[in-house]
């Protein structure tokens, strides 16, 4: 029997494992040379082979608000679909198949996945669903999320479906800075968000799993614009060369100080903080140049802030930081931001502070799952409560310790 093709004693479509691997074995073969606008045909021919119909391609916004249609032939394109209020938004964030019964079959959303990072989500409609189907579907969504990711690096084609509104030069670059906004293993898993989305300049982070140790920056370079932009791409081009240099957390610091006040000159600076994490046992290490304190969040709830010893920000030729460190249980949560969530205020008003940044922590934590859907909420719900606008940038990242291992993954069963 030709592969797609209907046998006549059933009627039903060929989703067996064989199947299976001929078809994601076709869009294996054409991938590594598919030009980016031939992505959508193939996929949706891909789709059909196996039943499918009405197959949509939902992108994450950069306000993180929305998941947008990508349009290309033989995909359907219709509006632009709520994260917070939505089938789609529930398998985006949560990262799980979203089986939606209809009167002419079942709508499927499925996440699409790269690292762990929630790309968007395939939706498409099947007139029944079996666990062959589900397997099939899911290997499918995760080889598309493979060739969205592989190909945006070097087309406009998905950035600008992703864009709401109008973007500055300098949150171009921000954006152009910063990994994946989520990333997922066993043993610990990380989300971070930027405030406001079109228009950051200053506030990055960046990391890095190397072996069992997690590195994490977060960084807030002085002004807002241009040239708080290009300050913090030196910090966090400074910051990765000296990680991949494989030196400690303090000579990393001295680094980029060297490299800002030596960029910019004595009057410029940028707040760090620079973290390591073992993913194996739990032992965080961290300096501080200036930077708010991290919360620890423990069963759901703020336990303390992580206060320590502060040195001078970046490019104020500060002594050396000494290293904090922490041991982490299996759940805990560490919470990072830049001075903009708290320090907004209306005029004549107080600043947002400390106290009620922990107050919504604690409720958040109660109500969403996993670190991107916490940080995604607590950023919006912070927003709102500052008034809906924001004057500085602000930004959180958040950091989940699970512990255990993932040796089990390079087991073929």
């Not at 190909?151 to 950035?159: A, E, L, P």
């Not at 957390?249 to 030596?262: K, V």
């Not at 410029?268 to 965080?284: D, S, Y």
């Not at 069963?299 to 502060?310: A, D, I, K, M």
Request: glycine share 10%.
């Amino acid at each position: 029997m030709a592969a797609g093709e209907r046998p006549a004693d059933t009627g039903a479509v060929d989703r067996s494992e064989g199947f299976g691997e001929r078809l994601l074995g076709v869009l294996l073969d054409r991938a590594h040379e598919m030009p980016p606008q031939l992505i959508a045909p193939l996929i949706a021919e891909e789709v059909a082979r196996v039943g499918g119909r009405n197959v949509s391609i939902l992108l994450q916004d950069y306000a993180q608000l929305l998941l947008v249609p990508l349009s290309g032939r033989g995909l359907t394109v219709g509006r632009p679909e709520l994260i917070s209020d939505s089938h789609a938004g529930v398998a985006f964030l949560y990262g799980a198949p979203v089986e939606v019964p209809q009167d002419d079959g079942v709508r499927m959303y499925l996440p699409l996945l790269d690292g762990s990072d929630q790309v968007g989500v395939l939706a498409l409609t099947l007139d029944t669903v079996d666990d062959d189907d589900r397997r099939l579907l899911r290997r499918l969504a995760g080889l598309v999320a493979d060739m969205l990711v592989t190909k945006h690096s070097y087309t406009d084609q998905f950035f600008l479906a992703r864009r709401r509104e109008p973007m500055s030069l300098a949150a171009e670059i921000q954006w152009s800075l910063l990994p994946p906004l989520a990333m997922s293993v066993p043993q610990v898993a990380v989300a971070g968000i930027l405030e406001p989305a079109y228009s950051v300049a200053g506030d990055s982070f960046d990391y890095a799993l190397n072996e069992d140790i997690l590195h994490v920056a977060m960084v807030d370079a002085m002004g807002h614009g241009l040239d708080a932009a290009t300050m913090a791409t030196v910090a966090i081009g400074a910051y990765r060369h000296a990680r991949r240099a494989e030196i400690g957390l303090s000579e990393i610091y001295a680094f980029m100080d060297r490299a800002i006040a030596e960029q910019f000159g004595p009057d410029h600076f940028v707040t760090a903080q620079m973290m390591r994490l073992n993913i194996t046992t739990g032992h965080l290490q961290w300096v501080n140049a200036g930077h708010p304190a991290p919360l620890l969040i423990r069963n759901g709830q703020v336990v303390r802030q992580l206060e320590s010893p502060t040195t001078l920000p970046v490019g104020f030729g500060g002594e050396e930081p000494q290293i904090s460190e922490q041991m982490l249980q299996r759940g805990d949560r560490v919470l990072c931001f830049t001075d903009g969530l708290i320090e907004e205020h209306e005029a004549g008003e107080e600043q947002f502070g400390e106290e009620q940044l922990i107050h919504w922590v604690n409720r958040i934590e109660r109500t969403e799952k996993g670190v991107r859907a916490v940080v995604r909420s607590l950023s919006h719900t912070l927003k709102q409560e500052r008034g809906g606008s924001t004057s500085d940038d602000a930004t959180l990242f958040l950091i989940e310790w699970r512990g255990g291992a993932a040796d089990h993954l390079a087991v073929l069963e």
